[in-house]
Nanobody
Framework: QVQLVESGGGLVQAGGSLSLSCAAS??????????WAWFRQGPGKEREFVAA???????YYADSVKGRFTASRDFARKTTYLQMNSLKPEDTAVYYC????????????????WGQGTQVTVSS
């Protein structure tokens, strides 16, 4: 089956940067015609949308991260990335990557496969 493995989380000072990776594996998986997304869930909070890449390559961002985070993808490696700059303490959360059908963008319940999550902690 298709699996997503995340890496790159850690602890960083406010104003610093981290880069997250999400690698897909599976015999029948294709990086094409899929939506890729990043969500996060902070302590005591609901899971929220962070960023997404539509099947055509369009990118979408939550207002809270726009201008600071950049999502990208590599078809050959079947990997999506989230570059996080100018990190703030409120960015502290477990970050999850996900893949879904082309129509999926911001809604978590539209995505089919999820990564295991990686912890990002931003100290003040």
């Amino acid at each position: 089956q298709v699996q997503l493995v995340e890496s790159g989380g850690g602890l960083v000072q406010a104003g610093g940067s981290l880069s997250l990776s999400c690698a897909a594996s599976g015999r029948t998986f294709s990086a094409y015609n899929m939506a890729w997304a990043w969500f996060r869930q902070g302590p005591g909070k609901e899971r929220e949308f962070v960023a997404a890449i539509g099947w055509a390559g369009n990118t979408y961002y939550a207002d809270s991260v726009k201008g600071r985070f950049t999502a990208s993808r590599d078809f050959a490696r079947k990997t999506t990335y989230l570059q996080m700059n100018s990190l703030k303490p409120e960015d502290t959360a477990v970050y999850y990557c996900a893949i879904g059908p082309p129509g999926a963008v911001r809604s978590a319940n539209a995505y089919n496969v999820w990564g295991q999550g990686t912890q990002v902690t931003v100290s003040s």
